[in-house]
């Protein structure tokens, strides 16, 4: 059972992704779709680029957010970047109407929760690695949506 529920964790980011175009179809704004995925793409380079730039192994952030008998990965998280990202962009193109697709954001919301409390109860990141990820989703996320919307792509 346990592996069943780490195989949703570890392919979250995809399952995340295809929710999010899935739930961008009823825009009907094809660019917006495309430019989506270009940012998700940005997004999980800049997270590589986090990784393994700015948070070394031996940077005394991450020596102070990791315990020596854990598991651990890089700082910030990846999968929580990215289903950050996802989450965080769907809800700013959904134009305040999120009534609408209420369903699609609880199934975010259900698979959110808990694949942040697997990730942090099975010791893969610690709470500053989730936060950091967290942080660093929902600012990429914002960025790329204010980037489509001075270009006009979408249609407010």
Same mark, same amino acid.
């Given at each position: 059972?346990?592996?069943?529920?780490?195989?949703?964790?570890?392919?979250?980011?995809?399952?995340?992704?295809?929710?999010?175009?899935?739930?961008?179809?009823? +825009?009907?704004?094809?660019?917006?779709?495309?430019?989506?995925?270009?940012?998700?793409? +940005?997004?999980?380079?800049?997270?590589?680029?986090?990784?393994?730039?700015?948070?070394?192994?031996?940077?005394?952030?991450?020596?102070?957010?990791?315990?020596?008998?854990?598991?651990?990965?890089?700082?910030?998280?990846?999968?929580?970047?990215?289903?950050?990202?996802?989450?965080?962009?769907?809800?700013?193109?959904?134009?305040?109407?999120?009534?609408?697709?209420?369903?699609?954001?609880?199934?975010?919301?259900?698979?959110?929760?808990?694949?942040?409390?697997?990730?942090?109860?099975?010791?893969?990141?610690?709470? +500053?690695?989730?936060?950091?990820?967290?942080?660093?989703?929902?600012?990429?996320?914002? +960025?790329?949506?204010?980037?489509?919307?001075?270009?006009?792509?979408?249609?407010?």
């Amino acid at each position: 059972m346990l592996n069943y529920f780490d195989n949703i964790c570890k392919n979250s980011p995809d399952l995340f992704l295809i929710i999010t175009i899935l739930g961008l179809l009823h +825009v009907n704004n094809y660019a917006l779709i495309l430019f989506f995925c270009l940012g998700f793409i +940005v997004n999980n380079t800049l997270n590589r680029y986090l990784e393994n730039i700015i948070f070394k192994k031996d940077n005394e952030l991450t020596l102070l957010s990791q315990d020596d008998n854990e598991k651990h990965n890089d700082i910030p998280s990846g999968h929580l970047q990215s289903t950050t990202f996802c989450f965080i962009f769907y809800l700013l193109s959904n134009n305040n109407n999120y009534t609408k697709n209420i369903f699609i954001i609880f199934i975010y919301l259900f698979l959110y929760i808990f694949c942040t409390c697997h990730i942090i109860l099975y010791k893969y990141h610690t709470i +500053v690695d989730v936060i950091s990820g967290m942080f660093f989703g929902t600012l990429f996320s914002y +960025v790329c949506f204010k980037f489509i919307s001075y270009t006009k792509i979408i249609k407010r």
